[in-house]
């Protein structure tokens, strides 16, 4: 995700990083050569007159930027329902955390300090173990690192590893019942907070596997393709010579909300403008190694370059 001032003045204009622009470069150049040949030739090809009024195009141009605000709204909805899901899990992980050291047990025995520490490793590592799921990413380094080499080899061995991390906590939780740890009341407290991140988790793969349905993206990339190209024979014989200037801002406008569009709508990725889940990951893990007392805490994640991840 993009983190930085919106820059002023003159400024504005050179800012690449988490643009769009080198994406859809290629596009808008291409549409400018074409409406630079046309202007050339005002239109006229192998002796056919091939202009048209600038009628239908502004007819269109409405519908299509209506149809392109839409499909960026829901794609948007997609983004913000994401960091609404990751935000819960911020809050549910501390809240977990606050239950697991305060809740469970009355004494600090070395049994019961290494179960508090194992459970609220798990809550770390489903932190971590979500963010590779979304991403198809590799989770062994982190859960590791948080859970033990021995742990972690159970958790591995799971195609749903976040899944499998949340039934090892209820498996805790089953096992501070038996050893009289915790009373039966506060037990629906902790098991409300693995219910939370059971619906964190399905609330994410519903996003992540449910993209906007491909014809209606289809659509309109057929439609803002077919738009941006034809333009030029509908302006030529009102701006002349400024034809590809004035379709090169059309074609920047319309190719930028359909890639923008396009980006947004998988808001766990690794592109500039998703989601930084490594950085919330950090966030839960600072928060929960805090909770433990541990004195040797990462930092915050820092933006690179604008960014973070």
Not at 93 to 107: E, K
Not at 141 to 149: F, H, I, K, N, P
Not at 236 to 247: K, M, S, Y
Request: proline share 6%.
């Amino acid at each position: 995700m993009i983190v930085r001032e919106r820059p002023s003045g003159w400024r504005l204009f050179f800012v690449v990083r988490g643009s769009i622009v080198p994406k859809i470069a290629p596009k808008i150049l291409a549409t400018m050569a074409l409406a630079a040949i046309v202007a050339w030739s005002h239109g006229v090809f192998f002796a056919h007159d091939l202009t048209f009024t600038a009628t239908p195009f502004t007819i269109i141009g409405l519908a299509l930027s209506i149809f392109l605000g839409f499909r960026n709204g829901a794609a948007y909805d997609r983004f913000w329902e994401g960091r609404k899901l990751w935000g819960e899990l911020v809050i549910t992980s501390r809240t977990l955390a606050r239950q697991v050291t305060t809740l469970i047990g009355r004494d600090t025995t070395p049994e019961l300090d290494a179960l508090r520490r194992q459970m609220i490793g798990k809550t770390m590592g489903f932190a971590h173990a979500l963010r590779h799921h979304l991403r198809d990413t590799d989770p062994r380094a982190d859960l590791v690192r948080v859970l033990g080499e021995e742990v972690a080899a159970g958790i591995l061995a799971s195609r749903n590893r976040p899944q499998a991390i949340v039934r090892s906590l209820g498996a805790d939780l089953q096992a501070c019942i038996r050893r009289g740890f915790i009373a039966d009341p506060i037990v629906l407290a902790l098991d409300a907070s693995l219910h939370s991140l059971d619906g964190v988790l399905a609330g994410c793969e519903r996003i992540r596997t449910t993209p906007i349905p491909f014809s209606y993206t289809l659509l309109l990339h057929r439609t803002a393709y077919l738009y941006c190209f034809l333009l030029p024979f509908g302006l030529v014989d009102t701006v002349g010579l400024a034809t590809p200037l004035v379709v090169g801002l059309v074609s920047y406008t319309f190719f930028g909300l359909d890639a923008l569009g396009d980006e947004i709508e998988e808001p766990f990725g690794l592109q500039p403008n998703d989601l930084p889940l490594s950085a919330m990951c950090r966030t839960i893990e600072i928060s929960l190694r805090e909770a433990l007392g541990d004195t040797d805490i990462p930092s915050p994640a820092a933006p690179v370059d604008y960014a973070l991840e």
